[in-house]
C-alpha cells in the first residue's frame, strides 16, 4: 500500500512535468521512444541552471581545474585499453515465454530468482554477458573495422587529454579537468522515469594527484561534492553516502562512495566519488606509449598521478532537484501541488502580473517585465485571477510573483509574494531588481 502511494506521487511527478512543460516523452507522437526523454521549455532552463551551477563551482570559481568538452565518439581502442569493449556488460537473463529481459543481478534479489517476475513461469534463460555500449560505424562501410562506439563515459575524453591540457594551461599538480557531455549506456532495465536511461548527461571532474596525498584529496572531494547539493536546496535528510565493499569495488579503486538519495522508489545512486589510483593514466600510457609521468618539485620524483574522480549525472541531479521540490498543499486549494525549487535552479525567477487588465496596470507591469528580463527569466501573464496565476506559477516553481495593483500608481510599490510562505510584501518598484538579484545569483 505505502509503495503504491509513493509510486503514485512519482506518476503525479511525471504527470506535472508534462503538463508544466519539464520533461516528455521522446518522440511522443510516434507512441514514444522506451527510456529516452526531452526537456521542455521549463525543463531545458532548470538542466541548464544546474549545469551552470556545477561548472561554477568545479571550475569558473577556481583556479585548479580547467574545462574541456571532448567528442563523443573517440579512437576505438580508447574503449579497449579502458576496459569498456571486454568488461563493460551485465548479465542479461531472458524469459523464453513472455520474452522480458531482465538483469541477473535483479532478478538474484527476488524470492523465486528461477521465476519470471513478469509472466511467472520457470522459463528463464542462462544469465548471458551483454555490452552496454552503443555501437555504430564510422564512414560509409559498416563493418567491424570501421566499428566506433557512443561514449558510455565522459571521463575516457578526460584521461586521453590529461598531457593537451597539463601542457597548454600550464597546470600543476594538484589540478582538475571538469567536463559536463552526453553519454550513452544500452541499459538492459532502464526505468524510473528520467533515473536510468539509455541516453543521458554526465558531470565529471579527475583530479590529478601525487599518490601520497590520495587519501586528504578524496575527503576534500567528498565534502565539497556534499556541499553543492547543500547549494542546489537539497533536504540533507534525504541524502546519505554509501561505502563500495569489497564486494562492489572496482578492481583498479582504493575507495569509492556514493552520494545516493532516497527517491520515492528508494535510496538511489546520484554520484561517485572514486579514488581511480594511477590505474587509468597507467593503461592508457601503456597502450599508447606516451609519457603519461609528471615530475614533482615538492616530492622530488616523477610519476604517473592518482585521479580522484567525481562522476554525477547531470538527468539524476534533476530529478532529485523535482521530487525533493515536489509538495502537495492542500492548504492553499484543493490538490494544490507546489515545486519549492531554489530559486538559484528555478527555470522562472519572477512572474509580472498586474492584478487587473485596466487603469493603468499593464502598462507599469510591461514595463517592469521588460527591464527585468535583461537580467533574469521572467515571465509576464495577465490571463486570469491573481489566485490562478499564482497556482501556475507555484506548479513551475517560479519564487517569486510580482503584482501591479492600485496603490503602484500612487506610490510605486508593488507586492512580491514568496512562493513558499505565500506572504506578499511591499517593495518600490526601483527595488525589484536588487531583490531578484540578491535572492537568484
Ligand atoms: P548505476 O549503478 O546507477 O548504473 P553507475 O555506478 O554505473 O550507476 P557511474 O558509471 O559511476 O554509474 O556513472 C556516474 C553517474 O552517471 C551516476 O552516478 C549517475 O548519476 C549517472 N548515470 C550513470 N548511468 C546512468 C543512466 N543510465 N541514466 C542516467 N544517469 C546515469
Redesign the pocket.
Known amino acids: 500500500m505505502a509503495k503504491n502511494k509513493k509510486n503514485d506521487k512519482m506518476d503525479r511527478l511525471v504527470s506535472l512535468c508534462k503538463r508544466r512543460g519539464y520533461i516528455f516523452q521522446s518522440s511522443e507522437i510516434y507512441g514514444g521512444l522506451n527510456s529516452c526523454w526531452d526537456y521542455g521549455p521549463l525543463g531545458a532552463e532548470l538542466k541548464r541552471n544546474i549545469k551552470t551551477s556545477w561548472w561554477e563551482a568545479m571550475t569558473a570559481r577556481r583556479d585548479d581545474i580547467e574545462g574541456l568538452d571532448a567528442a563523443i565518439l573517440m579512437h576505438p581502442a580508447v574503449w579497449k585499453t579502458s576496459g569498456h569493449i571486454d568488461e563493460f556488460t551485465d548479465p542479461l537473463v531472458d524469459c523464453k515465454t513472455c520474452q522480458a529481459r531482465f538483469r541477473a543481478e535483479d532478478l538474484a534479489e527476488n524470492k523465486n530468482p528461477e521465476q519470471c517476475p513478469a509472466c511467472g513461469n520457470k522459463t528463464l534463460t542462462e544469465a548471458r554477458q551483454f555490452n552496454l555500449m552503443f555501437k555504430t560505424f564510422m564512414g560509409p562501410v559498416a563493418d567491424d573495422n570501421a566499428a566506433v562506439y557512443l561514449r ?2 565522459t571521463a575516457q575524453g578526460i584521461y586521453v587529454n590529461f598531457l593537451n591540457v597539463k601542457n597548454a594551461s600550464r597546470q600543476k599538480i594538484p589540478f582538475g579537468i571538469a567536463q559536463i557531455g552526453k ?1 550513452f ?1 544500452n ?1 538492459i532495465t ?1 526505468g524510473n522515469f ?5 541516453e ?3 558531470m ?1 571532474m579527475q583530479y590529478f594527484i601525487h599518490p601520497s596525498e590520495d587519501e586528504k584529496w578524496f575527503e576534500y572531494w567528498k565534502e565539497q561534492r556534499w556541499n553543492w547539493y547543500m547549494e542546489l536546496g537539497i533536504n540533507k535528510d534525504k541524502l546519505r553516502w554509501h561505502e563500495h565493499g569489497p564486494d562492489d569495488l572496482a578492481h583498479y579503486a582504493k575507495a569509492a562512495y ?1 552520494i545516493e538519495y532516497e527517491f520515492p522508489f528508494g535510496w ?5 566519488v ?1 579514488n581511480r589510483t594511477d590505474f587509468d593514466l597507467s593503461r592508457h600510457q601503456e597502450a599508447t606509449g606516451k609519457d603519461m609521468g609528471y615530475i614533482d618539485e615538492r616530492f622530488k620524483e616523477k610519476f604517473v598521478p592518482y585521479i580522484i574522480e567525481t ?7 534533476l530529478l532529485t532537484v523535482l521530487v525533493d521540490a515536489y509538495v502537495e498543499d492542500d492548504s492553499r486549494g484543493d490538490k494544490s501541488t507546489v515545486l519549492k525549487l531554489s530559486p538559484k535552479v528555478a527555470p522562472i525567477k519572477a512572474a509580472v502580473f498586474p492584478l487587473v487588465k485596466k487603469d493603468g496596470m499593464p502598462e507599469i507591469a510591461e514595463k517592469l517585465y521588460h527591464d527585468l528580463k535583461k537580467r533574469f527569466k521572467v515571465f509576464y501573464d495577465a490571463g486570469g485571477s491573481v489566485g490562478r496565476r499564482y497556482a501556475r506559477m507555484d506548479e513551475a516553481g517560479t519564487p517569486f510573483c510580482i503584482t501591479i495593483d492600485g496603490q503602484t500608481k500612487e506610490d510605486d510599490t508593488v507586492t512580491i509574494r514568496d512562493r513558499d510562505s505565500m506572504e506578499q510584501t511591499r517593495y518600490k518598484l526601483a527595488e525589484v531588481a536588487d531583490f531578484l538579484a540578491e535572492k537568484v545569483e
Not at 538511489?268 to 561517485?272: D, I
Open positions: 558510455p563515459e553519454a549506456r541499459e532502464p528520467i533515473f536510468r536511461t539509455r543521458f548527461e554526465q565529471e556514493d538511489k545512486e546520484l554520484e561517485g572514486h562522476s554525477a549525472g547531470c538527468d539524476r541531479t
